[in-house]
């Protein structure tokens, strides 16, 4: 049995006519900049995310880019953020002349740990800080409710990378209702890339944000800070989000929530058949879904709404278990295998502080197939050929 990492092809098979006829008519129509699409997806993404205001752009790096543009980060200045995530968290603060702070993550949930931003704040006596920027990893929603008080405690802006996130939902700061990720920071920026829940045709990507004047600052932005055509009150850049993208990203959108759904029953039934084998007792798998899928401090009756980009395990003996399962037809991969505040580009200045559990987490995740169409047997192989693994060992 072959099972693929991600399989676009499913995906892209019942909804191919529809998507090449609105292709077609993006092309006769000729507006292939700022076409009629581009609005329509914006206001479908806001409404969708709960939140005002939406603008499109060229790719989720360019959405975190962007917003720390809208904020005037530049050198001299620190933005906190976790060391365990895709380089571009870290890449826009280092190309915007800023340094990157770490605070380390809790190891259960992946995500930025509120207590160590807690004393990352405290020790920041010269006020450098400019910003937060936490990541929603995998799909789950990093722990918010912390995180926003402190960021009020230090009056400090909330870039939240929901990258891999978009639709992710935690519960709201009044108790009850559930927020979706991206609207409860100032802002929350979202990828397109083909393999996020939402994934284009090609580059593309979103800001949301229920604040008005930062949204426009964001939208002028994208645009070489033009407005009027040809007057410039900001040096911007070419941010713009294609018609055709967003004409393609229309039709995904309306099976966003289906596709959730979906990948939520496979993590389900990754956890249960898991659970099922004696990987566990035997040690060797630690932090079952089941236990992540939940956010700290929540009983098990109110599940985090994780949209599971990632199905993640973290295993001993990561990297032959890998190859193991390469061998056996099994697409995995690591996300991620160097923490950032490891990279070589950082240079020999850079002060590398320990972060243990990041580091311990590049070592010991991998991802397995979680995609929406993947079938019932292909996740009962895969989980055959883990446990077929550790017995040989
Ligand atoms: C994918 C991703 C990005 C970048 O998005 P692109 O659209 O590929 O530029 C940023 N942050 C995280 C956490 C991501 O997963």
Redesign the pocket.
């Known amino acids: 049995m072959k099972v693929p990492l991600l399989d676009l092809h499913a995906q892209l098979r019942p909804l191919r006519e529809e998507i090449g006829r609105a292709v077609a008519k993006v092309i006769d129509s000729v507006q292939y900049i700022q076409g009629p699409d581009v609005a329509e997806l914006e206001a479908e993404v806001a409404a969708y995310s709960g939140v005002e205001h939406a603008v499109a752009v060229s790719?989720?790096?360019?959405?975190?880019l962007v917003c720390l543009m809208a904020l005037g980060v530049g050198p001299g200045d620190r933005v906190v953020t976790t060391p365990y995530?895709?380089f571009?968290?870290m890449g826009v603060i280092l190309r915007l002349g800023a340094e990157p702070v770490f605070c380390d993550i809790d190891p259960v949930t992946f995500n930025m740990d509120p207590d160590q931003l807690a004393g990352t704040l405290a020790r920041d006596s010269d006020r450098r800080i400019k910003v937060i920027l936490p990541?929603?990893?995998y799909g789950q929603c990093a722990h918010m409710a912390p995180i926003m008080a402190l960021a009020e405690k230090y009056n400090l802006p909330v870039i939240e990378?929901a990258?891999?996130a978009i639709g992710a939902q935690y519960p709201g700061m009044d108790g009850h209702k559930w927020v979706r990720a991206g609207s409860m920071g100032l802002a929350g920026?979202f990828?397109?890339?083909p393999?996020?829940n939402l994934g284009g045709m090609g580059?593309?990507?979103m800001v949301v944000s229920r604040d008005s004047e930062f949204a426009h600052r964001v939208r002028l932005l994208r645009n070489h800070g033009a407005e009027p055509k040809y007057y410039h009150s900001l040096v911007g850049g070419n941010f713009r989000l294609d018609t055709l993208q967003a004409a393609i990203l229309r039709i995904k959108l309306r099976h966003l929530e289906d596709w959730h759904a979906a990948r939520r029953a496979n993590g389900r039934y990754y956890d249960q058949l898991l659970s099922e084998t004696d990987l566990l007792e035997q040690g060797v798998l630690s932090t079952p879904a089941s236990v992540y899928r939940n956010a700290p401090g929540q009983a098990d009756s109110e599940p985090n709404y994780h949209i599971f980009?990632q199905y993640v395990i973290r295993v001993q003996k990561r990297d032959e278990l890998l190859q193991h399962l390469q061998a056996e037809g099994i697409g995995c991969e690591v996300y991620y295998p160097v923490a950032l505040h490891q990279q070589q580009c950082l240079g020999p200045d850079f002060k590398i502080m320990p972060m243990p559990n990041s580091e311990e987490a590049a070592a010991q995740t991998l991802a397995l197939p979680i995609y929406p169409e993947l079938k019932k047997e292909m996740q009962e192989y895969v989980v055959r050929a883990i446990a077929a693994f550790y017995q040989g060992t």
């Open positions: 790719s989720g790096t360019d959405a975190l995530s895709f571009a968290t990541v929603h990893l990378d990258a891999q920026c990828s397109f890339f393999s996020k580059d593309g990507g980009n």
